[in-house]
């Protein structure tokens, strides 16, 4: 029995290749999230933005692809998965380019909003793929490799896209992302075979119908609620986290790669541990730890005072270790709750959530801190800490409501 249950969660070469296709297009996809942040002082400077018409410019990019993956999700259990994700990923890439192109702050922000209506629904669709090809006890490892991306996209892709900005203008930062979109496109559409198991336990009901009983379903919403939670935490934290060190803790902007670059490191290396970890132990109580872990680092975060540089950098690392140890276990927690027939509409549902409750802690955050002028100390980053760690405390309540949806489900299957 142990040496069937070895076979059926090793990886084969096929689901190597998988895994490796979609940890790319998550890197690509989070990329063009994140690097209007470092670009924002030249666009601000180039296109003439204000800092209010910036702060719109990147919130467009959440609150469209919030919506668009609410849209989605009556749809994402009709057709082909490898289809659905072609779409979405070419648009995407469209946008992308779109970007690259604006020359003025309204073409700019239609082409933010453009490529969040693609972007929001790749994540949802990418995670019923995992689900759809990769059993319970293999998904800990997908996740933690597909994940990995958020600190590839720190450790590699901020840098470089800033030195592409550096060098040759702030357009090439996003032509360089579709450019490898396009050859990830390619991946896509020569190596992954359809996904379409999932058709075969269709209803008659039309889309909205499939979207309205996803949402209507009170243990889904449970999951829903626990994701949103999961979410706002982490959005809180990092809109003002570069100004709270540069103002307050007096890390120069010098210094600030190289406090992104450790920190994506400790990411990069720990990811994979934690999903390891997450299909051999229980995975509420791993995130139940990095739950406790984030909490006491945020706590210390938020309350620090001006400190050399490599404890800011010591400090950074064991907080996004903790936040991060939370993600693998949740999100595979999340996966076992839907049905394979509303498995692409639930996904998409705790996308748009996921980008929605951002917006929202983003739009709180910014409430709650103040700064006096630019060069100022921010004023209440310590209440935002604890706004946060009781958060954060809630998520860990939502998340065993889920664990005890999923074992129920996992015996009712046996």
């Not at 690509?28 to 209010?52: C, E, H, Q, R």
């Not at 009983?213 to 986290?241: D, E, R, W």
């Not at 049905?339 to 739009?363: C, F, H, N, P, W």
């Amino acid at each position: 029995m142990e040496k069937n249950t070895a076979v059926a969660t090793a990886f084969s070469l096929k689901q190597i290749i998988i895994i490796t296709i979609l940890a790319l297009l998550q890197f690509t996809v989070i990329l063009d999230f994140v690097i209007i942040s470092p670009l924002g002082d030249i666009l601000m400077k180039t296109l003439d933005m204000t800092t209010a018409k910036f702060g719109f410019t990147v919130s467009a990019y959440a609150f469209s692809a919030g919506i668009s993956g609410l849209l989605a999700a009556g749809f994402a259990d009709k057709f082909d998965r490898k289809k659905l994700l072609i779409f979405f990923y070419t648009g995407f890439i469209i946008g992308t380019l779109f970007c690259a192109f604006a020359s003025n702050y309204q073409m700019l922000l239609f082409a933010r909003i453009f490529t969040g209506l693609f972007g929001g629904v790749i994540g949802s669709v990418s995670l019923a793929i995992v689900t759809d090809l990769f059993v319970i006890q293999q998904r800990g490892r997908v996740m933690g490799s597909i994940q990995m991306a958020y600190a590839t996209s720190q450790i590699l892709g901020i840098p470089l896209g800033l030195y592409c900005a550096n060098n040759w203008g702030w357009h090439a930062a996003f032509i360089m992302i579709a450019v490898l979109g396009i050859l990830i496109l390619i991946a896509i559409i020569t190596q992954l075979q359809p996904v379409t198991k999932h058709l075969e336990l269709q209803s008659d009901k039309n889309p909205f119908q499939h979207l309205w009983h996803t949402l209507n379903n009170k243990n889904y919403q449970i999951g829903f609620a626990a994701i949103a939670f999961l979410s706002v935490g982490g959005f809180m934290l990092q809109p003002f986290g570069s100004a709270f060190l540069v103002n307050n803790i007096h890390i120069s902007q010098l210094q600030l790669p190289m406090v992104f670059f450790f920190t994506g490191l400790s990411v990069l290396f720990i990811m994979p541990l934690v999903g390891k970890l997450s299909d051999k132990v229980n995975k509420f109580r791993l995130f139940a730890v990095g739950s406790l872990i984030s909490v006491i680092m945020i706590l210390i975060y938020t309350n620090l005072n001006p400190i050399p540089l490599w404890e800011v950098v010591a400090i950074n690392m064991v907080l996004f270790m903790g936040i991060m140890s939370r993600m693998i276990p949740a999100t595979t927690l999340n996966t076992a709750i839907p049905e394979m027939k509303d498995r692409g509409a639930y996904m998409s549902i705790t996308s748009s959530l996921q980008q929605i409750a951002g917006g929202i802690a983003a739009v709180c955050a910014g409430f709650i801190v103040h700064q006096q002028t630019k060069t100022s100390p921010l004023e209440n980053y310590d209440v935002l800490g604890y706004v946060i760690a009781v958060i954060t405390s809630c998520s860990v309540l939502l998340m065993w409501r889920v664990n005890q949806l999923a074992k129920s489900k996992e015996k009712s299957i046996i």
